[in-house]
């Protein structure tokens, strides 16, 4: 039982709705446009903007996502499933209707164990996961008393995954929504994040005496964080008690069901709806999208690929370093998401986040210091793991940062060091194809080159008689002179190119 509630249960379902990690839209093929620095409107195909006459045609790479997703939360994968039409009147839906899977979804039954501290595991069913379209985004503007509307994101791929009422707290809901973020992230199918909009929850929430049938939902919609989540259930609770308390009559007494709104400086819910005013969706099949069948090779195929999952890495670092949970929270936090990019591809130099971990734990160990005793901060040490995975500095340099930084504590961060220690990486035009050539790093790059062309005569005359072989003693005395800031094939082309000339190998 609850102390703020006592006598009452709490029952709470959540419907997610995470935008898929592709790079196209959901049936345009155009580029998903969801970065918030581009222009209003640049990536939109004539579908997308409803046109007369254009047809869809699905991205299997968003399909390939949900089946990932559906099968991280062990979901009975459908072999058919079908898409339909949900229609409304929104300047933000171009076409008055929303595609949609509210008759066969592409997934259904599924499970998120949830672990609250001190207590065991808690099973969460899903109900279901379906794919669907995401919405332009419009901007009101009071002053002038106009909406500006963004096609950008119209039409770019949704997960709803939708959770049975199994959640009995504010802290569990948090909890639920945490979990599906990592685990989202981990599989790369969605960036998972509230604040930027490609995770938004609507949260279900009804009160009832204990051992009484549960009360009547309301539903509050589009909460952009955990925290406004939870204050939202907690308003909610006691809004619905003071409602059921009141009642002259306690056996008849309900909730009005209602759909309701979130005031983020109020930290109250407000009525947007009754149940009698719910609009009429007249949802039908969409005629011009067929049956999508999956076959039993292709999530075989899916399942052989998925990657880590949360809770095995975690059960991974608790068996190979006896880390506390504490510590495992930690590098979890670090690690989520940057193993896989877009589409589900693998980051070339993924392993990066990976990598650094065990960089890390090897060297407190050679330090003899336990992960808890470290004064790296896991904000610290994600940054570090973006400089290399970015190219800022390289993955020697990355190392030899992380060393200087568990010597020297400080509350500089990472990028801060970097520039006073000069680990800048020494770019050159040929190895990332589209740096700047007069940039001070290429030019101490093409200095470093010069002098050890001038330095190894004897080489260099090797080089050009065709002994190809030399050319890693040039570049090695480099590589060496550029303290572990230059990559080597860059390196190499840059020598070759300084040796041979550009273009007069004939
Ligand atoms: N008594 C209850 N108390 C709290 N939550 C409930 C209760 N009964 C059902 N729910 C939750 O309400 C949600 C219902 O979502 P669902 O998508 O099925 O339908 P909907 O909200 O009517 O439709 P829409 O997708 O159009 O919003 C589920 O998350 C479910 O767990
Ligand atoms: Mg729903
Ligand atoms: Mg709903």
Request: with cysteine; charged share 25%.
């Amino acid at each position: 039982e609850d102390k703020r509630w006592p006598g009452w249960q709490v029952v709470v379902g959540i419907e997610t709705h995470a935008q898929i990690k592709s790079r196209r839209k959901l049936f345009s093929g155009k580029i998903t446009g969801t970065n918030p620095d581009e222009p209003p409107n640049k990536h939109v195909s004539p579908f997308d903007a409803a046109f007369p006459g254009t047809l869809p045609k699905l991205n299997s790479k968003c399909v390939d996502l949900a089946i990932r997703t559906a099968l991280a939360l062990k979901s009975d994968i459908q072999h058919r499933s079908s898409f339909d039409r949900k229609h409304y009147f929104y300047s933000d839906l171009p076409s008055g209707y929303q595609i949609t899977q509210q008759y066969a979804p592409i997934a259904l039954r599924g499970q998120l164990n949830i672990q609250m501290p001190n207590s065991s595991a808690v099973p969460v069913r899903i109900k279901q996961i379906q794919l669907e379209q995401d919405t332009a985004k419009s901007t009101l503007n009071p002053r002038k008393r106009i909406s500006n509307i963004d096609l950008n994101r119209a039409g770019a791929g949704l997960m709803e995954i939708v959770s049975e009422p199994d959640l009995r707290s504010p802290e569990e809901a948090g909890m639920f929504v945490r979990t599906l973020q990592a685990v989202l992230r981990a599989i790369g199918a969605s960036d998972g994040n509230m604040e930027q909009g490609s995770l938004r929850c609507d949260v279900n929430v009804s009160v009832n005496r204990v051992g009484r049938p549960p009360g009547t939902r309301c539903e509050i919609k589009n909460l952009n964080s955990v925290k406004f989540m939870m204050a939202a259930i907690t308003h909610e609770i006691i809004r619905q008690r003071a409602i059921l308390e009141s009642a002259s009559d306690l056996e008849t007494c309900t909730v009005p069901q209602e759909t309701r709104g979130f005031d983020e400086n109020t930290f109250e819910t407000y009525r947007l709806r009754s149940k009698e005013d719910a609009p009429d969706y007249r949802y039908m099949p969409d005629p011009n999208l067929g049956v999508l069948v999956l076959s039993q090779d292709r999530v075989q195929a899916i399942r052989d690929s998925l990657p880590e999952l949360p809770w095995e890495t975690r059960h991974r670092l608790r068996e190979m370093y006896a880390l506390s949970e504490r510590d495992i929270d930690v590098l979890l936090s670090v690690d989520s998401g940057r193993e896989v990019t877009f589409d589900g591809e693998k980051d070339v130099d993924g392993s990066g986040a990976v990598a650094m971990t065990h960089e890390l734990l090897g060297q407190l160990s050679a330090r003899k210091e336990t992960f808890t005793d470290n004064s790296l901060t896991s904000d610290h040490l994600g940054e570090l793991i973006d400089l290399v995975q970015n190219g800022t500095i390289t993955g020697t340099s990355g190392k030899y940062l992380l060393r200087h930084m568990l010597a020297k504590p400080s509350s500089l961060r990472p990028a801060q060091i970097t520039q006073q220690l000069r680990l800048t990486s020494l770019s050159s035009f040929s190895s990332s194809g589209h740096s700047n050539p007069t940039s001070t790093t290429d030019q101490e790059l093409t200095t470093l080159c010069q002098a050890a062309i001038t330095a190894l005569p004897n080489e260099v005359a090797a080089v050009r008689a065709g002994n190809k072989n030399v050319m890693n003693k040039i570049v090695g005395r480099v590589m060496r002179e550029s303290r572990g800031r230059a990559d080597a094939k860059g390196v190499k082309a840059l020598v070759e190119e300084l040796i041979l000339g550009g273009g007069d190998k004939s």
